[in-house]
């Protein structure tokens, strides 16, 4: 349980003039609260007051696990013959009679906010929490970025079993999945996304999944990967050839290199996000492929693998000791070849520190 974040929390609504908050993001309780769980269709919950201690929310067979996390506060479960909505508001309104709330616009469905509504006509939920809860996320502690260390290195330990693993004829689906089965047989058993391997043209569809697609000889192979360690995520991607690959690929690859390597080294606390983004993407457009670089240059991870901040054009959020995030950029040609290589890390005075260390050579053997 993170008590100073909580009290963080506490002090916001009193400056905001709000009586509670209502969060339901699960990867943000589990950041407050210690309680890590995905409720998937059930209805997980944390409710915080201004000047009334909080109650945590959820599913009738979690309440053991949330007071095991080390909650110290009280707990509500529901059955699921029981209507979440009506018991969230009982127990609020047995604690105040304020009308005032925020939740987090951006993850709240818009079912969800109708019968929470509907539980709580009196309740005006004008405020967004969603703000407030990235500036508390985006600086991480030692602590944390020692878990997000640790996953780094697990996720280097998974690109070590792949590259191994590579041979004629196994699918992209086998391969993805025989990396996670070696991972957990070490013990590693919580990816931070399903494990994606990708070969030859199959490559420039940046947002695929694993195929039956076969491997062969002289055609690249993308990995991108992550785990979970302790609650906290590591992502990274690095494209290797499998065999001598044609003269395009081996340079779409040195250009996409070149790039990841200039904009992990110019990384500089109180530059912007933009000004990063600017500096991978200058080198792949002077290479003639700006076009192809379709997405942005990196996204914030902490407890979630995507999070706040987003590393794009157009962002003026200031760089700052302790901000991690993704430099991922990449180049796909469809029909013929996709490039993405990327460390996620974390920004020291001394610059980008990357949690990966795996070669980014296009040629590992």
């Known amino acids: 349980m993170n008590i100073n974040k909580l009290h963080e929390m506490t002090n916001w609504l009193n400056k905001e003039h709000l009586d509670g908050v209502i969060l339901t993001d699960y990867h943000d309780i589990a950041y407050l609260t210690g309680f890590n769980s995905d409720p998937i269709e059930r209805v997980l919950a944390l409710v915080l007051f201004a000047n009334y201690e909080p109650f945590l929310f959820g599913p009738a067979l979690e309440v053991n696990s949330m007071v095991v996390s080390g909650w110290q506060f009280d707990t509500v479960g529901y059955e699921d013959n029981q209507n979440p909505w009506k018991m969230i508001a009982s127990k609020l309104k047995s604690l105040t009679s304020g009308t005032q709330f925020a939740i987090q616009f ?183 492929f700006g076009p192809n670089f379709v997405h942005r240059l990196g996204h914030g991870l902490g407890t979630s693998v995507h999070e706040f901040p987003s590393i794009v054009a157009g962002n003026d959020l200031i760089l700052k000791e302790g901000m991690a995030f993704s430099i991922e950029p990449g180049i796909y040609i469809p029909n013929m070849a996709g490039v993405r290589i990327e460390d996620s890390g974390y920004m020291s005075k001394n610059g980008f520190i990357p949690f990966t260390e795996t070669s980014k050579s296009l040629y590992q053997h």
Do not use: C, W
């Open 106 to 288: 951006d993850q709240i469905t818009l079912s969800r906010y109708n019968a929470l509504k509907k539980a709580l006509p009196n309740v005006s939920f004008l405020k967004d929490a969603t703000g407030q809860i990235n500036q508390m996320r985006l600086i991480k502690s030692k602590d944390e970025l020692q878990k997000m260390k640790v996953a780094g290195q697990e996720a280097d330990k998974a690109f070590e079993i792949g590259f191994n693993l590579m041979e004629n004829g196994i699918s992209e689906i086998s391969l993805a999945s025989d990396i996670e089965y070696q991972l957990k047989k070490l013990g590693i058993s919580n990816m931070s996304f399903e494990t994606l391997v990708q070969f030859g043209a199959h490559a420039a569809n940046p947002h695929g999944t694993s195929s039956l697609i076969p491997l062969k000889s002289h055609e690249m192979v993308l990995f991108d990967l992550g785990t979970i360690h302790d609650g906290y995520a590591s992502d990274a991607t690095r494209t290797i050839a499998y065999g001598k690959v044609d003269d395009l690929s081996e340079k779409i690859h040195a250009v996409v290199l070149e790039a990841q390597l200039t904009a992990q080294s110019k990384a500089k606390i109180g530059m912007t996000a933009n000004e990063l983004d600017n500096i991978a993407r200058k080198v792949i457009t002077k290479a003639g």
